[in-house]
C-alpha cells in the first residue's frame, strides 16, 4: 500500500480508526519537515517500535516569535515524502495552520494554549525564546489527541524541548510513551538541523566550534573536572570569535535542576548563532 500524504485530521482519523481496529500499534514522529537523516533515524526507530507510523509535517506559526524565521522555514513536502516513502512510513499528515487551528487569530486570546511549568521554560532556549514552549506543548498536544499514538518519537537535540513533552504527558495523563532518540551528526561532527541549510560555508565552519566545545567539556569531565564553571570556561574557549554564544548550561537532566558539579546524567546544553543561524546541541554526560 502506497504511504497516505493528507492535510486532513478527519482523514488521519479515519485511518487511525482502523489501525486500531486491527489491533495494531501507532507511532509518530512530530516533524516541520525539510526531514535530514535525523529525522529519519527517528522514523526508522518509530517502525522498528511499531505496526504503523504517522509522520507529521507542519511547520507550527505558534511555537515562532515575531522575529524568527517562520517564513523562510525550509518547507520540502516533496522530498519529506520521498523520505517516508523509503524508510516505509504509513502516513503523512501535512495539514496547514487553518486546519490545526481553524480561522481564529493565532494567539492565547482566541485559541486554547498549553502552558508548560515556568521553571522548565524560563531557562535555556526558553529565555531569548519567549512563548515557544507553550507552542510547542499545544502543538504536540494536539498531535497525540489527532493521532493517538501508542509511541511517540523525539531527538535528543532539542532536549529542553523533550523533557517538557515529557512533563505534559505526565501532568495531563496522556497515554502515549515518548521515545528519546540520540542525536544525529555530520561526519564532521556537525549536529543536523533543518536550520544548517541557512549556514553559507564560512558560518557552517565556525559551527563545528559548538559540538567541539561540547566535546572539550566532555572530556575535561571525564578527566575528573566537575566543577561547571571551570568546564563552562573550557567549552567557551572552543568557540570561534564570530560564534555568538546564548547559553552554556548544566542541568540534572533527572529534574531539569541547575547544577554547580557535573555528575550522571547532567545534561550540558548550548545555544550559539554562526552568523545569523541559531543552533542548539546538547550531551549528557
Excluded: W
Aim: aromatic share 8%.
Amino acid at each position: 500500500m502506497s504511504i497516505i500524504l493528507t492535510n486532513s485530521i478527519e482523514e488521519v482519523r479515519q485511518n487511525i480508526k482502523a489501525y486500531k481496529e486491527g489491533k495494531y500499534t501507532i507511532g509518530l514522529v512530530p516533524t516541520m519537515g525539510a526531514l535530514h537523516a535525523g529525522h529519519a533515524s527517528l522514523i526508522k526507530k518509530a517502525k522498528e517500535m511499531c505496526d504503523k507510523v504517522v509522520v507529521s509535517v507542519f511547520v507550527n506559526p505558534i511555537q515562532f516569535g515575531p522575529n524568527e524565521d517562520y517564513e523562510k522555514y525550509p518547507r520540502t513536502i516533496d522530498r519529506d515524502k520521498k523520505v517516508c516513502e523509503e524508510i516505509g512510513a504509513d502516513i503523512i499528515f501535512a495539514p496547514t495552520p487553518k486546519e490545526m487551528y481553524g480561522d481564529k487569530k493565532l494567539s492565547n486570546d482566541e485559541i486554547t494554549y498549553v502552558c508548560p511549568p515556568y521553571n522548565l521554560v524560563d531557562c535555556l532556549c526558553g529565555k531569548s525564546r519567549i512563548g515557544h514552549f507553550d507552542g510547542v506543548a499545544t502543538v504536540v498536544l494536539k498531535l497525540f489527541n489527532i493521532v493517538q499514538p501508542d509511541f511517540a518519537f523525539f531527538g535528543q537535540k532539542d532536549a529542553q524541548q523533550q523533557f517538557i513533552i515529557r512533563q505534559m504527558v505526565k501532568d495531563l495523563n496522556v497515554n502515549v510513551e515518548i521515545v528519546s532518540c540520540p542525536i544525529v551528526r555530520e561526519s564532521d561532527g556537525l549536529a543536523l538541523s533543518s536550520r544548517n541549510s541557512y549556514l553559507s560555508k564560512e558560518d557552517r565552519e565556525n559551527a563545528l566550534s559548538i559540538s567541539k566545545a561540547l566535546n572539550q567539556i566532555e572530556k575535561l569531565y571525564k578527566s575528573g573536572i566537575t566543577d561547571t564553571e571551570i568546564l563552562f570556561d573550557a567549552g567557551f574557549d572552543v568557540l570561534k570569535d564570530n560564534v555568538y554564544l546564548e547559553y552554556i548550561e548544566f542541568r540534572d537532566y533527572e529534574n531539569f535542576e541547575k547544577v554547580k558539579t557535573a555528575g550522571k546524567n547532567t545534561l550540558v546544553a548550548i545555544a550559539a548563532k554562526a552568523g545569523k543561524t541559531r543552533l542548539i546541541d546538547n550531551i549528557i554526560l
